[in-house]
């Protein structure tokens, strides 16, 4: 059964979607590294806030790296970073340098 939906309900519920995941990085998986998140899903929070950076200027808001990610994070990122962040492993950062490279050499 497929359910019709209008698009400002797609647009609420993805920005639903996005807050709740948002919130579960934020508060209940901040034991997970970002290099953790880059090197499975490609992907981490610093990732998310260049993208609420990049959807805001595409409608002309100018917002700045440092800005976007106090929004995404819900503090400056050297807090989050002193509170949360460890430091890389050298088995993370080979993990990171490969996934680098081969994303690299794939386009």
């Known amino acids: ?32 590294q970002n290099i953790d998140m880059m090197n499975l899903a490609g992907f981490c929070r610093n990732c998310l806030s260049r993208w ?26 050297d807090q989050w970073k002193s509170e949360h962040q460890t430091e890389a492993s050298d088995v993370q950062q080979e993990a990171f340098e490969t996934a680098f490279r081969e994303n690299v050499t794939e386009k």
Do not use: N
Request: no cysteine; hydrophobic share 35%; charged share 35%.
């Open 52 to 77: 609420y950076q990049e959807a805001a200027a595409e409608r002309g808001i100018e917002m700045s790296k440092e800005e976007a990610r106090e929004t995404f994070y819900g503090m400056p990122y």
């Open 1 to 32: 059964m497929s359910t019709e939906i209008d698009d400002q309900t797609r647009i609420e519920l993805e920005a639903a979607a996005f807050r709740t995941l948002r919130d579960h990085l934020m508060s209940k998986r901040t034991d997970v």
